[in-house]
T-cell receptor, first 112, second 112 residues
Framework: DVKVTQSSRYLVKRTGEKVFLECVQD?????MFWYRQDPGLGLRLIYF???????EKGDIPEGYSVSREKKERFSLILESASTNQTSMYLC???????????FGSGTRLTVV | KQEVTQIPAALSVPEGENLVLNCSFT??????LQWFRQDPGKGLTSLLL?????REQTSGRLNASLDKSSGRSTLYIAASQPGDSATYLC???????????FGKGTTLSVSS
């Protein structure tokens, strides 16, 4: 089974800190994704990547950046954390178009 | 723009009941449809993936159907158990095939 591992389950950070959320997948998938999930708003796409060093903005990229230096690793960066970035962050990966998506266990980030 | 709707938003049933969760989507030109389960505070677990050429998929007590022409999918859960209590999400790829579009989910509670 494909495994997507998010390095932290819970994080508490202070306003203004630079925050790194790490995600690693073990099935050589080309595509990787970062979503955030908020009550009443559902899952919203922040960024995705379809290859090493390639990235595309999703629906809500403001305040975030990403890095994909290796195929298996996709990092989400909050340049200067703000309280409105308190959320559940979910990483996912997929292969070609007929394959489904596999999600990680999520990171609950609280910015105080 | 693809939109995904899930009805009902919440459902409470006694143990042992058979139940149906509904998902509808506005653009029938999809590659596949995926059903996920999410426990509180956790990531998404893939339950079933139905390709556009398929009518249904089964896994244990779960059966998902797909009717592309009408833009609908159903998730049938047989003989429900308290352990089935969770939020169930359906998702389809966007038109470019670059990300999943999610419904808001159905939160199921099965009482013993």
């Amino acid at each position: 089974d494909v495994k997507v591992t998010q390095s932290s389950r819970y994080l508490v950070k202070r306003t203004g800190e630079k925050v790194f959320l790490e995600c690693v997948q073990d099935m050589d998938h080309e595509n990787m994704f970062w979503y955030r999930q908020d009550p009443g708003l559902g899952l919203r796409l922040i960024y995705f990547s379809y290859d090493v060093k390639m990235k595309e903005k999703g629906d809500i990229p403001e305040g975030y950046s990403v890095s994909r230096e290796k195929k298996e690793r996709f990092s989400l960066i909050l340049e200067s954390a703000s309280t409105n970035q308190t959320s559940m962050y979910l990483c996912a990966s997929s292969g070609d178009r007929v394959q489904g998506y596999t999600f990680g266990s999520g990171t609950r980030l609280t910015v105080v | 723009k693809q939109e995904v709707t899930q009805i009902p938003a919440a459902l409470s049933v006694p143990e042992g009941e058979n139940l149906v969760l509904n998902c509808s989507f506005t653009d029938s030109a999809i590659y596949n449809l995926q059903w996920f389960r999410q426990d509180p505070g956790k990531g998404l677990t893939s339950l079933l993936l139905i390709q556009s050429s398929q009518r249904e998929q089964t896994s244990g007590r779960l059966n998902a159907s797909l009717d592309k022409s009408s833009g609908r999918s159903t998730l049938y859960i047989a003989a429900s158990q308290p352990g089935d209590s969770a939020t169930y999400l359906c998702a389809v790829p966007n038109q470019a095939g670059t990300a999943l579009i999610f419904g808001k989910g159905t939160t199921l509670s099965v009482s013993s």
